[in-house]
């Protein structure tokens, strides 16, 4: 027979207010339930709270590792960073110096520029020559060495005029071909080009002149020596007769050959000659240094400039990535090494939600904690009222007498209730029967 059963046929019979045992039983059954699900909660910290600990000493050794790695990793990268840097720094250089060449264009072949190269210098020694032997000797300059500074200073118009052809025809010919530096530049080669026509027409007619006047001074030459013969005697040592009239005619044939020299020296061909010539020669070097130089100078630094700054930067850049790849794999080990560590770290619980949750549980605990004594307080009330309801209802049939027995039954320590195990109303009704039964 269920025990719940048997004490309401008690209190049935005693005519007790089941109310009361009804309210200590919910809360002895909640006291139980609470009590065990606190046990469970409590068992729930402590695991938790060591799950905290292990995992936080695991963290712990692996921040440790973490930190004897890291600084060789950074070492490593802050070393390959300095070379990368120095890497990007030769590869702009290499971009400068590409660019530069493609600042310079080669618009002519290498030879084309030793060609004009030497046109020029042809030119300006025949300049210098014309100068020497013409000008210094017009202007009666004595002195050798300055009729040749004196030609010297006259042929260095031409590097005087190069710098004006070539920055004024040349360059925006080449460098911003425009219908307007295309047309200046057609002009002026046509320009050139008739002068050139008028010079050489004007020295073929003097050169016609002066080998026509040569000629001519050799037909009398040999008239001369012919008559030079005739008067010399066949014997050797016979006296020699000059004959007046063979000595006029050779005057009169050295006349007709001053008179073709002096013919020669005066003629406008001759001073058309000379002027255009050395127009042409100074106009003609300035114009061949003025194409030579730029293609012998773009050469120049293409081969001796810009490709060596170029090969020099790969060959550095070379150099670099080597040294990177030697620090590269040992640093990809202790980055791998790191990477090990850090998904350890990150398969590790959070602990923040850990001691959140051992948070919670406490909570819950002094929650549970606050219902236990809110339960036991409720059973306490609950046996008290059965106790006092059930001693009411006996005061009335008993005397002085009894009620001073039971009292002092009451507060024997002997005689409690809770000695056996009993409730309080239980224990106080087997107090209060033995007590009777004894008197």
């Not at 025990?3 to 007790?16: A, F, M, Q, S």
């Not at 709270?49 to 692996?62: A, F, G, P, V």
């Not at 025809?169 to 080669?189: G, M, S, V």
């Not at 590269?328 to 959070?350: I, M, S, V």
Request: charged share 30%.
């Amino acid at each position: 027979m269920n025990e719940d059963y048997k004490k309401g046929i008690e209190h049935g019979v005693d005519g007790l207010d089941k109310t009361y045992f009804e309210d200590y039983l919910s809360s002895e059954v909640s006291l139980e339930w609470l009590e065990d699900a606190k046990a469970q909660l409590v068992d729930q910290q402590e695991e938790l709270e060591k799950k905290i600990q292990d995992i936080t000493s695991k963290k712990l050794q692996i921040l440790e590792a973490i930190h004897e790695v890291k600084p060789q990793h950074d070492s490593k990268k802050l070393e390959v960073s300095h070379l990368q840097e120095q890497v990007e720094d030769f590869q702009q250089r290499i971009v400068e110096a590409k660019n530069e060449k493609s600042k310079n264009p080669l618009h002519y072949p290498l030879l084309a520029g030793i060609i004009y190269f030497f046109a020029g210098i042809v030119f300006l020694f025949g300049d210098l020559i014309i100068s020497h032997e013409i000008v210094a000797y017009a202007l009666n300059i004595k002195n050798d060495k300055e009729a040749w500074a004196f030609a010297c200073g006259l042929a260095g118009v031409t590097f005087l005029l190069k710098p004006a052809y070539e920055r004024l025809i040349e360059e925006p010919y080449l460098k911003n071909p425009t219908e307007k530096t295309q047309k200046l530049h057609r002009f002026f080669q046509g320009t050139l080009v008739l002068i050139s026509v008028i010079t050489l027409a004007v020295l073929g007619f003097f050169r016609y002149e002066a080998y026509k006047a040569e000629k001519l001074k050799d037909s009398i030459n040999r008239e001369i020596k012919s008559l030079q013969l005739a008067s010399t005697p066949l014997i050797q040592g016979a006296e020699v007769n000059e004959d007046p009239t063979i000595l006029l005619k050779i005057e009169e044939k050295m006349k007709e050959i001053d008179a073709y020299n002096k013919e020669l020296v005066t003629s406008p061909w001759a001073l058309a000659s000379f002027v255009l010539s050395g127009v042409l020669f100074a106009i003609a070097g300035a114009i061949c240094f003025g194409i030579a130089f730029p293609i012998l100078s773009s050469y120049w630094k293409r081969w001796f400039w810009h490709n060596p700054s170029i090969n020099r930067s790969r060959r550095r850049i070379k150099k670099l990535r080597k040294q990177m790849v030697q620090i590269e794999t040992p640093r990809f080990e202790y980055a791998a090494t790191l990477e090990h560590y850090q998904k350890g770290l990150e398969l590790l619980p959070d602990l923040d939600t850990l001691k959140s949750e051992a948070q919670k549980i406490n909570e819950q605990i002094l929650s549970i904690t606050e219902k236990i004594r809110l339960a036991r307080e409720s059973a306490r009330i609950s046996s008290y009222a059965t106790g006092y309801d059930y001693g009411e209802k006996q005061g009335k049939d008993l005397g002085n007498d009894d009620r001073r027995r039971l009292k002092n039954a009451l507060d024997e320590p002997s005689k409690s209730f809770r000695s056996n195990g009993l409730r309080p109303y239980q224990a106080l009704r087997k107090a209060i029967g033995e007590n009777l039964r004894d008197n």
